[in-house]
Structure formats: C-alpha cells, structure tokens
C-alpha cells in the first residue's frame, strides 16, 4: 500500500514547476466550566447535542471535553500517525458537515472574497515549494487555477501522481473540475478548491475556527477508542457504506475512471451517510479537510515526549521529508478525513488518525473545510 503521507501538497506549485521544466465542531453542566487549570476529563459518553443558535452556534455539534489515544500504532498506521498518545481536549461546538457550496456562496457574495484560485499565483510563495534555484516562470504561465483529479483510462503504476492530477486553469470554488464544470444544483455538496487561507477568511466571517488536530481527530473517533474507522472497526458493517470513499462508488481500481459513466463520481451531499457518535456527518471521505495546525511528520512523536498535553497547539514549524521535490521544511499545514478517492490500494486516510500535510495556498477538487465555536460560542453565520 502506498504511503498516506502527502502526495498531493503543493500539486498547484509543483504543476507549475513541471510547466518550467517542459517548457523551461453542552447543553446542561460543563458547557462554559471546563477550562479549569488542571482538571482531569473523564470522556463522556457519546451523545448528540446540537446548537441552536443560542447554546451553540446553529449547525454545530457538540465534543464533549475528554481524553483520548490520539494516532495509532496499528498495523494500517503510517511513520506519520505514530505512535498513539495520550491527548485532553476541551470541550467545543464543531460544524456538523463541511462548509457547503451554498455556505460559501454567502460568504462570497457578503464579502466579494477572491478565492487563491481565482488569483494570478505569486511566485514568492510558489518558490518556496520548488526545489532551490528553481527558475522564475513567465508571467504567461504564472495563471489562476487549481489541482483536478482526472483519473486514467487504465491501470497504472501509483508511483506518481502526476498521471491522474493536473493544475486546470480556471478551475475554482465554482467550477471544481475546471472551466464548462459546475456546482449548480450542488449547493449541498462541500466546497472545494478552497486553500488554507480561504478557509481562514471564511472562518473569521463566520466567527469561527479551523479545529486543531487534536480537537479534528477527537470529533471525528465519535467516543470510540482507537478505532479503525469513525464508525467502528467494520469497514462496511453488514454491507452497509458508511462514507464516500472510491470502493464506495467505483468499479475500476484506483486511478481508473470510467468516461463512458462520467469518470469519478466526486463529492456527494453532506449527510448522505450515517453520523458518527457526537452527530458529525463525514468526519472521513467525501473531502479532505484543513485544520489549524502546521505539519510535521514526527508531531506526534514529539507530542508523546510532552506527556499528556491538553489542547496541544500544533508544532511551531513544517516539516516533510517525504515529499519528493518540495523542501522538507516548505510550509504546510495539516490536512485530515481523506475524500472520495481514497482507496485501499493507495490511500487509506478515511481512518481517523490518517494525516498529511498541504501547502496553504494549494487549492484542489478533493480538499474542503470544516470549523469550530469555543464551548461559550452562540450565534454566527
């Protein structure tokens, strides 16, 4: 199985940099009281509580305040996910899906927010994904797009990517898949081609966060303890799919596309599967998502060595050693669920401890967001 470490971050830059080289988310006791210094959590048992607006902002879910294994030592985990630590976390309101297309359309509209796809790129924070020395493109290949998957007619060897993703110019949080594709009548799917500072300008609008990896991690194991998956240890519990993820809706092993039914299926409305134990739907598959944190492959190691850390931060820097072509230290932040193509064969990150890390101004047709209310948010948009 190929590793789940970060084989899309900077497809955007590295895109353009192979252009060079051809061309040149409670109700009751405990909602406003569980930041006491030193407390010790017992996690509660899973429940749903939603926000209505006035305790916890509307569309929100309810984490209850606990402890946890975060990461995993199991034999599906990557050098990434290891090893599994213990980790507290306050309690906090977390949206119940992705920001959808119709959540982003607002935002847009109230704001006239020009997405980083929909802007010229700026070499002096392209060059910092390339390899050193890497010369300056011209102005004519420096274009505003995005990274779309566009699979392959036949099987073929998964050792790179680049033969079933590609920089499409003009595409954008509208046209997900490049110019002549749209989100009409999909208003409840999640946005995508969003990047990591999209997703931050859309959160302060909001009145909200991205989540840490902690508290995205805690949400989406649901009050169970190390399990395989959000749901349970079954991929598909009597036969029952239980996220959007390639075997989900594919016949063609990974990356094979089938033209003649329209090539990968993609994302699918939020909530079209079972939710996990607090009430979150899609915590893994559908779209990949941002959260706060920069990436670090060895995080967790570190974390480990800090004993117990309640509501860790995140490391203080990048690094990725394992990304052919990038700079270990690049800038990158971490990136959680897994999506529609994620298969076993290639990329097994519909598991909760499942990370990567992805350059903040790459944008791509998989990769959407999610955020977060401290336990004492109420109203937002």
Same mark, same amino acid.
């Given at each position: 199985?190929?590793?789940t470490?970060?084989r899309?971050?900077?497809?955007?830059?590295f895109?353009?940099?192979?252009?060079i080289?051809?061309?040149a988310l409670?109700?009751g006791?405990g909602?406003g009281?569980s930041r006491?210094?030193g407390?010790?959590y017992?996690?509660?048992a899973?429940r749903?509580?939603?926000?209505?607006?006035?305790?916890g902002?509307?569309?929100t879910?309810?984490?209850p305040?606990?402890?946890?294994?975060m990461?995993?030592?199991s034999?599906l985990?990557?050098?990434?996910e290891?090893?599994a630590?213990?980790?507290?976390?306050h309690?906090?309101w977390?949206?119940?899906h992705?920001v959808?297309n119709?959540?982003?359309?607002?935002?847009?509209?109230?704001?006239?927010?020009?997405?980083?796809?929909e802007?010229k790129?700026?070499w002096?924070?392209?060059?910092?994904?390339?390899?050193?020395g890497t010369?300056?493109?011209?102005?004519?290949?420096?274009?505003a797009?995005g990274?779309v998957?566009?699979?392959t007619d036949?099987p073929?060897?998964?050792?790179?990517?680049?033969?079933?993703?590609r920089?499409?110019?003009g595409?954008?949080?509208?046209?997900?898949?490049?110019?002549?594709?749209?989100?009409?009548g999909k208003?409840?799917?999640?946005?995508?081609?969003?990047?990591?500072?999209d997703?931050?300008?859309?959160a302060?609008?909001? /009145?909200?966060?991205?989540? !840490?990896?902690?508290e &995205?991690?805690?949400? @989406?194991?649901?009050g169970? +303890?190390? %399990?395989t998956?959000?749901?349970g240890?079954?991929?598909?519990?009597?036969?029952?799919?239980?996220?959007?993820v390639?075997?989900?809706?594919?016949?063609?092993?990974?990356?094979?596309?089938?033209?003649k039914?329209g090539?990968?299926l993609g994302?699918?409305p939020?909530?079209?599967?079972?939710?996990?134990?607090? /009430?979150?739907?899609?915590? !893994?598959?559908n779209? &990949?998502?941002?959260? @706060?944190?920069?990436?670090? +492959?060895? %995080?967790f190691a570190?974390?480990?060595?800090?004993?117990?850390?309640?509501?860790?931060?995140?490391?203080a820097?990048s690094f990725?050693?394992s990304d052919?072509?990038?700079?270990?230290?690049?800038?990158?932040?971490?990136?959680?669920?897994?999506?529609f193509?994620?298969?076993?064969?290639?990329?097994?990150?519909y598991?909760?401890s499942?990370?990567?890390g992805?350059d903040?101004?790459?944008?791509m047709?998989?990769l959407?967001?999610?955020?977060?209310?401290?336990?004492?948010g109420?109203?937002?948009?």
């Amino acid at each position: 199985m190929k590793s789940t470490v970060d084989r899309f971050s900077g497809r955007r830059k590295f895109a353009i940099a192979a252009a060079i080289v051809t061309t040149a988310l409670v109700i009751g006791v405990g909602i406003g009281s569980s930041r006491e210094s030193g407390k010790t959590y017992a996690p509660e048992a899973p429940r749903i509580v939603a926000g209505d607006g006035v305790i916890g902002p509307k569309g929100t879910m309810w984490v209850p305040a606990g402890e946890f294994l975060m990461g995993s030592d199991s034999k599906l985990a990557q050098p990434n996910e290891r090893p599994a630590h213990k980790i507290r976390v306050h309690g906090f309101w977390m949206d119940q899906h992705h920001v959808t297309n119709a959540q982003f359309r607002k935002f847009a509209e109230a704001t006239g927010y020009v997405t980083t796809a929909e802007k010229k790129p700026d070499w002096e924070t392209l060059k910092v994904q390339l390899p050193p020395g890497t010369p300056r493109p011209s102005a004519d290949m420096l274009v505003a797009g995005g990274m779309v998957f566009a699979g392959t007619d036949r099987p073929v060897s998964l050792d790179d990517y680049a033969r079933w993703w590609r920089f499409t110019p003009g595409a954008d949080w509208r046209h997900p898949n490049g110019p002549g594709s749209s989100i009409d009548g999909k208003d409840d799917h999640p946005v995508v081609q969003v990047s990591y500072e999209d997703a931050q300008a859309y959160a302060k609008w909001a /009145g909200k966060r991205l989540p !840490t990896e902690a508290e &995205w991690e805690f949400a @989406a194991r649901g009050g169970l +303890e190390q %399990a395989t998956y959000a749901w349970g240890n079954d991929f598909a519990p009597d036969g029952k799919q239980m996220a959007n993820v390639w075997q989900g809706q594919q016949q063609q092993a990974f990356p094979v596309v089938n033209p003649k039914a329209g090539g990968a299926l993609g994302t699918s409305p939020v909530g079209t599967f079972p939710p996990n134990g607090y /009430g979150l739907s899609d915590m !893994t598959g559908n779209a &990949w998502q941002w959260v @706060a944190d920069w990436y670090r +492959e060895d %995080a967790f190691a570190m974390e480990a060595k800090a004993g117990e850390p309640t509501d860790p931060p995140g490391p203080a820097d990048s690094f990725d050693s394992s990304d052919p072509g990038t700079p270990a230290n690049a800038p990158k932040h971490v990136t959680r669920g897994g999506s529609f193509l994620c298969n076993e064969d290639y990329c097994l990150s519909y598991r909760p401890s499942a990370r990567r890390g992805t350059d903040p101004y790459t944008s791509m047709s998989h990769l959407g967001f999610r955020l977060v209310a401290d336990a004492d948010g109420g109203n937002s948009k």
